[in-house]
């Protein structure tokens, strides 16, 4: 994941350190949502989640307080619509 970070250009913040994020995912199947809605998603044309997407659900699914920042187009509605 600290690869997939920092392409990305992923940080937890000031206060805190990525190794305390938890794992993006990579793949629809594995952001642990019910089947119907990731064979909508594929069904859409979406072909893997977004990095605003990998990392938000992992943190917001565990329950922790999210503040995202990212360009228009990143996938930030459905990084907060969907958990």
């Not at 350190?17 to 809605?37: E, I, K, W, Y």
């Amino acid at each position: 994941d600290a690869a997939f970070r920092a392409e990305h250009n992923i940080t937890a913040g000031a206060d805190a350190d990525t190794a305390s994020l938890p794992a993006c995912v990579r793949s629809f199947d594995a952001a642990n949502f019910d089947p119907a809605l990731v064979d909508g998603l594929k069904a859409s044309g979406f072909a893997s989640p977004t990095p605003i997407q990998a990392q938000g659900w992992p943190i917001v699914q565990a329950g922790r307080d999210l503040v995202a920042v990212a360009k228009t187009g990143s996938g930030k509605t459905l990084a907060f619509l969907l958990p």
